[in-house]
């Protein structure tokens, strides 16, 4: 035998066991920690009331967001949607297109329609005219544009506005006002849906081609094809209308997100669909267009290292058998998700602003050498560069130079968790380990009294050569 534990080192190895299995069912509690929802960085947040010029006179509620240094930035103004409970909104929602411009170097700011959150008032009846319904929402609008545009700091000859659902049909019927200092709208699956109108769908393609023969000016429009709120046909049709009527405007189809379009800025995993289009629209109308503070941001899409397939359970590293249901539940979580392995633990998390620095912080917390396994569907775990010209793992009787008691080492070697690696030397002895440095720990276990000991095989890679 290449080894014996003693009785004072099986009794240590027992408590260590312990301390493991606490960390671990510690761990799994600690899975329910909520994930960041904001950037780590200043938003200097700045709430106002903007009182509105139209009848009946109402004070709405405005939250400004400025970029933590520079200026003057130019504005972007972003619509929110619709709510079945307009008083109990949130005051932010769909976040992650305020942080876009934010991370573009604009100043942003967010305002709540009459009667949501802690706007005053309550948003007109229409019925099917939904033309009239967009245009009270849109003098509302310029009345926010206009408080906002004498903000120190902010630059008014600058602005884009945006919004999603019902924000984004406020925005293109805004665009037909033609402020000549907004120099592009963005239409995030924009449209409205009354209870009180049995055509909404014609109400709106009609509509939209009445928008589209008062706007002068540009526009981009997101829409995707499992939208749970409005069809295919019917945005095509609206902006068929749209674009023929003699708008300027661009459409870009996304196809299915998710389980439902309808949430492409709801969600930080729609970012690399949208984001690319709106750089380059930004560019076309000469508004700020790169990245220049990325804090804002999550990190970029991850780099597949080919270290092992994502739905390949037995390649995770350094877990047990039992933490590897940590491992299923991420692959089970909607996007965006990350898992970060340590050395005893794992962290695990879905959602949020960036679920790469929730899963390490929850890694951290139970373990230690945390380093992200796994993004979306992405493995991003360090592959040993040894291994990129490596073969597969052979079966035992093809190893050389091991007799009966080497093979059986092998085959065990072949049942360690990852990271392992195996070590032979010349005179047929051997060296297996798992763990931390497997690499360094097998090839002093082969060389206890051997000479020439080489690493045989890594993980689930042959990179021994005879020569």
């Known amino acids: ?111 709540m329609m009459r009667g949501y959150a802690g706007s005053q008032g309550r948003m007109r009846p229409h019925g ?33 506005v945006a919004g999603k659902s019902l924000g984004g049909w406020n925005t293109l019927t805004f665009g037909s006002i033609n402020p000549s200092n907004v120099k592009g709208l963005v239409n995030f699956a924009g449209g409205v849906k009354e209870s009180d109108c049995n055509t909404p769908d014609a109400s709106l393609i009609s509509a939209a081609g009445q928008l589209g023969s008062r706007t002068k000016i540009p ?34 189809d996304y196809g299915s997100f998710m389980a439902d379009a309808h949430s492409i800025t709801a969600n930080g995993a729609g970012l690399p669909l949208w984001v690319p289009k709106a750089d380059a629209f930004l560019a076309k109308i000469g508004l700020p267009n790169v990245n220049a503070y990325p804090q804002y941001l999550p990190k970029g899409a991850p780099v597949d290292t080919h270290y092992a397939e994502v739905n390949d359970v037995d390649a995770v590293p350094y877990l047990t058998d039992s933490q590897r249901e940590l491992y299923r539940r991420f692959l089970k979580a909607p996007l965006p998700r990350a898992i970060a392995i340590g050395r005893t633990n794992a962290g695990v998390a879905s959602g949020g602003f960036d679920p790469t620095v929730t899963a390490m912080t929850r890694c951290w917390k139970t373990t230690h050498y945390c380093h992200l396994y796994a993004i979306d569907n992405t493995v991003v775990w360090p592959k040993p560069a040894m291994t990129d010209k490596g073969s597969p793992l052979p079966i035992a009787s093809a190893v050389p130079y091991l007799n009966a008691d080497g093979r059986k080492a092998y085959e065990d070697f072949l049942k360690m968790h990852r990271p392992r690696a195996f070590a032979i030397s010349n005179d047929g002895d051997w060296g297996s380990a798992s763990g931390l440095d497997p690499i360094e720990d097998a090839l002093v276990a082969c060389a206890q009294g051997h000479q020439g000991c080489r690493i045989y095989a890594i993980d689930a890679t042959v990179v021994w050569s005879k020569n």
Not at 136 to 160: C, E, K, N, S, Y
Not at 223 to 236: C, E, H, Q, V
């Open 128 to 160: 099917c005219d939904v033309l009239n319904l967009g245009m009270d929402a849109a003098h509302d609008i310029l009345d926010v544009v206009d408080f906002v545009r004498q903000v120190p700091g902010i630059d008014a000859t600058r602005i884009i």
């Open 219 to 252: 526009s981009l429009w997101f829409y995707g094809d499992n939208d749970s709120i409005f069809a295919t046909p019917t945005w095509r049709a609206m902006f068929k209308q749209y674009l023929g009527s003699g708008a300027p405007a661009e459409l870009f």
């Open 1 to 111: 035998m290449k080894s014996t534990i003693s009785g004072a080192a099986c009794t240590a190895l027992v408590a260590l066991i312990f301390v493991c299995l606490t960390v671990s069912q510690k761990s799994y509690a600690q899975q329910q920690d909520p994930p960041l929802d904001s950037p780590d960085a200043p938003l200097n947040e700045r709430i106002v009331n903007v009182a509105t010029s139209t009848p009946p006179i109402v004070k709405l509620q405005v939250t400004l967001y400025m970029p933590s240094h520079g200026g003057p930035f130019p504005l972007a103004i972003v619509n929110h949607g619709a709510s079945h409970d307009p008083l109990s909104a949130p005051r932010i929602s769909d976040n992650f297109a305020a942080y876009y411009f934010l991370s573009r170097g604009f100043a942003v700011a967010l305002p």
